[in-house]
């Protein structure tokens, strides 16, 4: 009986030491957390200036085109993948039906960290790829 009243708090201990990958923001490189200005690319179409603000697991963001992305806010997740992370994004946002949902910030992308302290994160498609470079905003 000793024992179990032993373990069951150990074991209750390091669950709640675990980290959740849907918080895991954090990188060998940094953090993601802060505000962040750039630009975003689709293969074929036009450029657009973007902001985008990391909290914990939350971002909210906007475009300098109306829908061109079409950036709101909602939650996101970096997991490890070879050398850069997949960024997953759920929009929480409720769109119409007026413009290609393919625009929409939401989905799975790869993120990469780059030298230049830039960060990257881009989607293929079988039409098209879309790109978004961003620089941090230091205060």
């Known amino acids: ?12 201990f390091t669950i709640a030491c675990n980290k959740s990958k849907e918080n895991n923001t954090e ?18 179409g036009d450029t657009a200036n973007v902001a985008l603000m ?4 939350r971002f909210s963001g906007s475009s300098d085109k109306t ?6 806010n909602g939650t996101f ?16 946002c409720v ?9 929409i910030l939401d989905g799975d992308y790869e993120l990469n960290f ?3 302290k830039s960060v990257t994160i881009v989607r293929h498609s079988f039409a098209s790829s879309d790109f ?5 905003v230091v205060r």
Do not use: Q
């Open 67 to 72: 829908k061109y992305p079409a950036i709101c």
């Open 77 to 92: 997740s970096l997991d490890k993948n070879g050398g850069g992370f997949t960024f997953h994004v759920d929009d929480a």
């Open 27 to 44: 990188t060998e490189n940094g953090s993601l957390s802060g505000r962040y200005i750039g630009i975003f690319y689709r293969t074929g």
């Open 95 to 103: 769109w119409t039906a007026d413009f290609d949902w393919s625009m």
């Open 1 to 12: 009986m000793k024992k179990l009243l032993i373990i069951i708090p150990v074991i209750l």
């Open 114 to 116: 780059n030298t230049d």
């Open 132 to 136: 978004y470079t961003l620089w941090k």
């Open 54 to 57: 990391f909290e914990a697991n």
